[in-house]
């Protein structure tokens, strides 16, 4: 008889944590999961990739929906120990932390407005240094319920030992584990710009393919993304590289040892940690959006680019770029106006994001 954790919401609860809970699916996936109850939490799932193939005959018996939820810290699907999909048979929901909306218990409005184009001129406050306080503490709960700033820092320092550590050696067998976290924090150095290995390889005497799987494997465990460059024509003179983003502003502050105070004070890094800090953000108000949006950034050769393109459907596209500062000018549109020729008649909206007090239309389709 497997040893049951816990309960949540009326469903039993098993974390794979557990050693003896995880040492008794493996040894016999069968006999657990028939001992299982009939809606059950299963956690930490990648830990025990072969239990996916009893899962699957669990649920061609009885097909009602809900009987099991799936949750890890590891996108379990690229796992190459993974003995059976589920696909047909699963919904895959990913959770990201937690948007701002979510944290003030707002509706989320900003992507309908940008997709539709509704924009009006109106004032709003600025956040001035509370935004740099938001970018610090980040989205994880956990995190965001410790009461002090040190102690969010301490357990996202945590965290990233434990996943780099733990998560990725059941992902895969690399030879030089200790030197995730230290590249975790070199990638974070080079948050919102464009992927450079070869410059991430320069710390480390591992060659330039073993960082690029190490990429990879850090994509698995959610701790790093890539957006890709949105082009349309292979014609087109368009940059190609995506750009690299770590999964979280707070995970990111916490690594590279930085508070709020000591992020005002160095506007390049700033800089680059609100730009992340709004791609997520949008990223995870999409996740609840009825439409498909697919993110991107646009650079072009001659240098003009914004931070993020959000396309729906494969049609309209909109455009949106950052700004660390509480001014804007009309030379900061070029990029945007770039974005709108290169998309033609699917360009709805390009917006630029910054700390002023005014939210103004700056020529046809764009405002900030």
Same mark, same amino acid.
């Given at each position: 008889?497997?040893?049951?954790?816990?309960?949540?919401?009326?469903?039993?609860?098993?974390?794979?944590?557990?050693?003896?809970? +995880?040492? =008794?699916?493996?040894?016999?996936?069968?006999?657990?999961?028939?001992?299982?109850?009939?809606?059950?939490?299963?956690?930490?799932?990648?830990?025990?990739?072969?239990?996916?193939?009893?899962?699957k005959?669990?649920?061609?018996r009885?097909?009602?929906?809900?009987?099991?939820?799936?949750?890890?810290?590891?996108?379990?699907?690229?796992?190459?120990?993974?003995?059976?999909?589920?696909?047909?048979?699963?919904?895959?929901?990913?959770?990201?932390?937690?948007?701002?909306?979510?944290?003030?218990?707002?509706?989320?409005?900003?992507?309908?407005?940008?997709?539709?184009?509704?924009?009006?001129?109106?004032?709003?406050?600025?956040?001035?240094?509370?935004?740099?306080? +938001?970018?610090?503490?980040?989205?994880?709960?956990?995190?965001?319920?410790?009461?002090?700033?040190?102690?969010? =820092?301490?357990?996202?320092?945590?965290?990233?030992?434990?996943?780099?550590?733990r998560?990725?050696?059941?992902?895969?067998?690399?030879?030089?584990?200790?030197a995730?976290? +230290?590249?975790?924090?070199?990638?974070?150095?080079?948050?919102?710009?464009?992927?450079?290995?070869?410059? !991430?390889?320069?710390?480390?005497?591992?060659?330039?393919?073993?960082?690029?799987?190490?990429?990879?494997?850090?994509q698995?465990?959610?701790?790093?993304?890539?957006?890709?460059a949105?082009?349309?024509?292979?014609?087109?003179? !368009?940059?190609?590289?995506?750009?690299?983003?770590?999964?979280?502003?707070?995970?990111?502050?916490?690594?590279?040892?930085?508070?709020?105070d000591?992020?005002? =004070?160095?506007?390049? &890094?700033?800089?680059?940690?609100?730009?992340?800090?709004?791609?997520?953000?949008?990223?995870?108000?999409?996740?609840?959006?009825?439409?498909?949006?697919?993110?991107?950034h646009?650079?072009?050769?001659?240098?003009?680019?914004?931070?993020?393109?959000?396309?729906?459907?494969?049609?309209?596209?909109?455009?949106?770029?950052?700004?660390?500062? &509480?001014?804007?000018?009309?030379?900061?549109?070029?990029?945007?106006?770039?974005?709108?020729?290169?998309?033609?008649?699917?360009?709805? =909206?390009?917006?630029?994001?910054?700390?002023?007090?005014?939210?103004?239309?700056?020529?046809?389709?764009?405002?900030?």
């Amino acid at each position: 008889m497997v040893r049951e954790v816990g309960e949540v919401d009326g469903r039993a609860y098993f974390s794979f944590d557990d050693d003896v809970v +995880r040492e =008794a699916a493996a040894s016999d996936p069968v006999g657990f999961v028939m001992d299982l109850p009939a809606r059950v939490t299963l956690d930490e799932i990648q830990r025990v990739p072969q239990l996916f193939t009893t899962l699957k005959a669990a649920v061609d018996r009885d097909r009602t929906p809900g009987r099991f939820l799936l949750t890890g810290s590891a996108n379990v699907l690229l796992m190459p120990r993974l003995a059976d999909s589920l696909a047909g048979r699963m919904a895959v929901l990913r959770l990201h932390p937690f948007a701002q909306v979510e944290i003030e218990r707002s509706a989320p409005s900003f992507l309908d407005r940008l997709l539709m184009g509704g924009w009006s001129i109106r004032r709003t406050q600025r956040l001035g240094a509370n935004l740099a306080e +938001r970018i610090v503490a980040g989205g994880y709960p956990p995190a965001l319920g410790r009461p002090t700033q040190r102690r969010r =820092a301490a357990w996202y320092r945590d965290y990233v030992m434990a996943i780099t550590q733990r998560d990725v050696r059941d992902l895969a067998r690399i030879g030089a584990l200790e030197a995730l976290p +230290r590249l975790v924090a070199s990638i974070a150095t080079q948050t919102a710009r464009l992927v450079n290995v070869s410059e !991430l390889a320069a710390p480390f005497e591992i060659s330039r393919p073993t960082i690029r799987d190490y990429l990879t494997l850090l994509q698995h465990v959610f701790l790093v993304m890539e957006l890709p460059a949105w082009h349309r024509n292979r014609l087109q003179r !368009l940059v190609k590289a995506p750009k690299l983003h770590m999964g979280d502003t707070g995970l990111a502050a916490a690594v590279l040892g930085l508070g709020a105070d000591d992020l005002l =004070a160095d506007r390049h &890094a700033y800089g680059q940690l609100l730009e992340t800090f709004v791609v997520q953000e949008l990223r995870r108000q999409a996740a609840g959006h009825e439409d498909d949006l697919r993110f991107h950034h646009f650079r072009d050769r001659d240098g003009y680019e914004v931070d993020v393109v959000i396309e729906r459907a494969g049609r309209s596209v909109a455009g949106v770029e950052v700004k660390a500062a &509480a001014t804007v000018t009309d030379a900061d549109f070029r990029g945007l106006r770039r974005l709108a020729r290169a998309a033609g008649d699917d360009f709805v =909206a390009g917006v630029i994001l910054y700390d002023g007090e005014v939210s103004a239309p700056f020529g046809e389709r764009t405002l900030r």
